[in-house]
């Protein structure tokens, strides 16, 4: 970093010859612009001796006055240490070996992610009023400068003449007056609660500044985009997604990906739309700014980052085909946001994450480009300027993208859906190719279209963003914002995008960080320790239905809370009949829970006899032929269960086939490719490769990684077999009405793939398991075997307690907890739709496993207490994955807002049915088992 610069344009050891900073060979101690020189002792500092600092205080008098410079003596090895590098470096005539001298590794630099400090964010990026508008073709002002450097007093605190003092100080009495007593206020709301339900939906809070600006998150703004339930700041960079956009610019900006490191003065080579990163994946590219017009340009501010985005969209059905505005709504939540202060403008110059080296507002070579944005924030015209970046995809989010601190919440999603308000508006119209299994925009960083079975208008998107943010002089630029862009269109705002860019990028992530949550974070009692893993960690939550404690847990708070505030009122038990006020009853919750556990021991009594296992909660008749003479006819010839045993692996992630044959290193014929792929280097190094690291099993499988474009998503793609779920264990029951009768022949096995998704516009404070769609603890006496019925029962139940919470808190204006108002508004909100994919796994036929499914042998016969026999017939049943349809099966993954579940339903059908003697004959017994897919 360069020196400040003196009033006359020198630097100060040019302006002050005697300011020059004293010889190597005399000890440093304070310079004359210190704080010990400024003491009125002026004496020098004590130098620093090997002591300890209390000690050192405690003599820093007395050393001070007796201590003299002294020069910096060589550094002296001790006799043993010099004997030792005499042997090294074979100086001695006793050393053995060849002297050591320093070769090149022919290796590259390594690179860490190191995350900044808030103070480092807050000088690069976080720009105030007076840096907006400040001018840069003036020195700034020297140390000492009163005149033009005095600090600006704080509000109320300025200097006013003695003629007017006295007023003043009275002035600004009962302004701390009335401070303290809405500080007073403030607590006492924040004690009760700031959040209350209205009459007319539109909740808001009171009196508190931090609840104030929760409530304007909420209302819409930037054409009806409502940011949910986020804090923002003061400065232009904490509410950029709520800045007005302007409507035309001369500017524009071209964002670039490209496949490795880009390298300046070089053609390098683009990524394509199918390219998918995983998590630790390195994004590298570049951005190219143009001026277009013939006039110079100025800009405030210029940010490069890498978001994640869930944004759900409510369509106008009123608007015409060429209507802009063709959305009632949108809500969007930002859970990830990253900068590169390399790429963004800033005074500091800080180094580019990943080696990219080049000299500061040279030309290009490849491109003619400008390398940098200039200093004094002006474009000039008809000029290009570039910028490089790099990002690297998190393996989890901050801490505070979840309030409620649930591990699967601070996790980042799959890209899933399509933004259809993208590049304005065009997203929507984008149409599945089948051929292909995707599809796009035919335009740079378009986002891709896959059947993932995503909510309609819902979305998850991943995106490099560059954005120009200015300050608006109202009177002179309001004509140039739309009106509906602004959040309240009757005030000015003080500054606006005025020209931005994004680039869709396709994110798939790992599930290394939910494995140990599985294996560690779900024990309910210390004899569960043993059933560690994914199945232990799926069949407890079922076994004691862990989301149904959480959300009688959530009422149980809610109504205690309701209950304080209603007793702060001091109100008699008639004022309550009076007001037609319905105090709720803790005690209904603790039943509940107690209902909760009877169910949990009953569920456990049910499956107990099979280890892990999860089976059909009523039996299934199973009809038989049986002939009468000539004719035949269809019987009841028993009842049947199956059970399944929850796998304790997963089912591996699965891309439409052009997706997954370039994500995953395969070539034409479908074998993993040992190319060496080209590792670029630094600028003036040859080009170097790191370490071989193994992918495959096999030797030939080995190529360079490097550590600067990393590729985790082709060891997604290419997990180990001991990953994946490979088969399922089956155990199938048949209890025959008639001691003679034997099981009938199993005709087929099929296994499907159950998608669960769910969507809210508020936080969730819970974390949704299987338990939620397929057991309803207040219903213990009716077996459903149905599992949308169970799972329409159980979210209209849950919907109509959380309605008449909410009414009984508008009816009586009580305020609650802000915890308390994000879950009654996030279950009032909450949606459920679930989708069954067949033809995804390879169906199990008699014709194709005739002795897995009908042998003899395969049957074992018992004998029930009521003298009747039952068969039991244990399977393992292969999965051979085929997809016939491209679906597109994204990794489990739960967020605040949106989330999905997915389950195996395994189907077996016996013969005897399809006559039409018998409708209800289908001799088809099935069950949903809960997996992870990653």
Not at 10 to 27: F, H, M
Not at 41 to 53: L, Q
Not at 570 to 578: A, R
Not at 811 to 827: D, W
């Amino acid at each position: 970093m360069s020196p400040n610069p003196s009033p006359n344009g020198k630097n100060a050891t040019e302006a002050n010859p005697n300011d020059l900073p004293p010889p190597y060979n005399v000890s440093v101690n304070s310079s004359s612009d210190s704080f010990f020189s400024r003491s009125k002792s002026n004496k020098t500092a004590p130098p620093i001796t090997k002591v300890s600092s209390s000690s050192l205080l405690r003599d820093s008098s007395s050393s001070s006055s007796s201590t003299r410079s002294k020069r910096n003596v060589p550094y002296r090895p001790a006799p043993e240490q010099q004997r030792h590098i005499d042997l090294m470096t074979g100086n001695s005539s006793d050393s053995p070996i060849a002297p050591l001298s320093s070769v090149s590794s022919n290796t590259q630099t390594e690179y860490f992610d190191v995350l900044p400090s808030f103070q480092m964010f807050q000088s690069i990026l976080k720009r105030d009023d007076a840096q907006f508008s400040e001018d840069l073709q003036t020195l700034p002002p020297v140390y000492g400068d009163t005149t033009n450097s005095s600090p600006t007093p704080p509000g109320g605190l300025s200097p006013t003449t003695s003629a007017t003092q006295g007023n003043s100080i009275d002035t600004i009495i009962n302004d701390v007056s009335s401070r303290l007593e809405e500080y007073q206020l403030e607590r006492e709301h924040e004690e009760r609660g700031d959040y209350l339900f209205e009459d007319d939906d539109s909740e808001h809070t009171h009196t508190s500044s931090d609840a104030e600006s929760d409530h304007a998150d909420e209302h819409t703004h930037n054409e009806n985009v409502a940011v949910t339930m986020d804090r923002y700041g003061h400065s232009p960079l904490d509410n950029i997604d709520r800045l007005p956009k302007l409507t035309n610019s001369p500017i524009d900006i071209a964002i670039y990906v490209t496949k490795s490191v880009p390298q300046p003065h070089h053609k390098n080579e683009l990524e394509t739309r199918l390219k998918e990163y995983t998590s630790g994946d390195m994004v590298n590219g570049y951005i190219i700014i143009t001026n277009n017009s013939n006039k110079p340009v100025d800009f405030g501010l210029f940010t490069v980052s890498l978001e994640g985005t869930i944004k759900a969209t409510e369509r106008n059905t009123h608007a015409e085909a060429n209507e802009a505005h063709k959305y009632n709504k949108i809500l969007m939540k930002k859970f990830l946001k990253m900068y590169d202060f390399n790429a963004s403008y800033g005074y500091t110059d800080v180094p580019n994450s990943a080696g990219i080296e080049y000299e500061a507002f040279s030309i290009d070579a490849s491109d003619g480009c400008v390398i940098g944005l200039p200093n004094e924030r002006v474009l000039k015209p008809s000029t290009k300027y570039k910028k490089f970046f790099t990002f690297r995809f998190p393996n989890r989010l901050l801490d505070n993208s979840c309030i409620h601190s649930i591990l699967p919440h601070i996790l980042p999603p799959p890209s899933m859906g399509v933004d259809s308000t993208c590049f304005y508006n065009r997203g929507q119209s984008i149409q599945m190719n089948k051929a292909l299994g995707y599809g796009f925009l035919n335009i740079r960083g378009t986002p891709l279209l896959t059947k993932d079975y995503s909510f309609e208008d819902v979305s998850v998107s991943y995106t490099i963003e560059a954005k120009f943010i200015d300050r608006i002089d109202g009177k002179e630029q309001h004509n140039e914002l739309s009106e509906r862009e602004i959040n309240d269109p009757n005030s000015e705002a003080d500054y606006a995008i005025s020209k931005s860019s994004q680039y869709f990028l396709r994110f798939i992530p790992d599930l290394k960080e939910q494995f140990q949550y599985y294996n560690t974070s779900f024990h309910y009692t210390p004899e569960s320790y043993e059933n560690s893993g994914i199945d232990g960690k799926l069949f407890l939550d079922y076994l004691h239905l862990s989301t149904w404690r959480f959300v009688n847990l959530q009422n149980y708070q809610l109504e205690k809370e309701i209950n304080d505030r209603l007793a702060r009122q001091d109100l008699t038990q008639e004022e309550i009949k009076n007001k037609n006020l319905m105090s709720i009853n803790s005690e209904t919750t603790s039943s509940h829970m107690e209902m909760l556990l009877t169910r949990s021991q009953s569920i456990e009594e049910q499956i107990s006899s099979k280890e892990r296992m999860i089976g059909t909660k009523i039996p299934v008749d199973v009809y038989g032929k049986k002939k009468k003479m000539i004719l035949s006819s269809l019987i009841k010839i028993g009842e049947s269960k199956i059970y399944v045993k929850v796998p304790d692996k997963v089912i591996p992630y699965t891309a439409p086939k052009l997706l997954q044959k370039y994500n995953s290193g395969t070539n034409e014929e479908g074998t993993r490719s040992n190319t060496l792929s080209p590792v670029t280097s630094s600028p003036g190094l040859a080009p170097v490769t790191s370490a071989l690291t193994p992918i495959g099993s096999r030797s030939d499988d080995l190529r360079p990684i490097s550590s600067t474009s990393s590729n985790h998503i082709v060891d997604l793609y290419n997990r180990d077999d001991n990953e994946l779920i490979q088969s399922l264990d089956v155990c199938i029951e048949f209890d025959s009405l008639d001691n003679s009768t034997k099981p009938p022949h199993i005709s087929h096995i099929d296994t499907n793939v159950v998608f669960w998704s769910y969507y809210t516009e508020y936080p969730l404070p819970i974390e949704l398991g299987y338990d939620f769609f397929y057991s309803n603890p207040e219903e213990a006496e009716r077996n459903i075997n149905d599992s949308v019925t169970i799972t329409r029962n159980n979210l209209q139940g849950l919907k109509d307690r959380v309605n008449n919470y909410i009414n009984f808190l508008k009816t009586n204006s009580v305020y609650v907890s802000k915890n308390s108002y994000l879950y009654l508004k996030a279950i009032k909100h909450l949606g459920v739709k679930k989708d069954t994919i067949k033809d995804y796994y390879k169906a199990v036929t008699e014709k194709t496993h005739p002795t897995l499914l009908n042998s003899e042998a395969g049957w074992k016969v018992s004998q029930l207490g009521n003298q009747k026999f039952r068969w039991t017939k244990n399977l393992k049943i292969p999965l051979t994955a085929i997809n016939k349809n491209n679906v597109n099966l994204l990794p489990s993954y739960q967020s605040c807002l949106v989330g999905r579940l997915y389950c195996l339903q395994v189907v077996v059908k016996f013969k005897g049915s399809g006559s039409e003697a018998n409708e209800f004959a289908d001799n088809m017994v099935s069950v949903d088992i809960p997996i992870l897919v990653g």
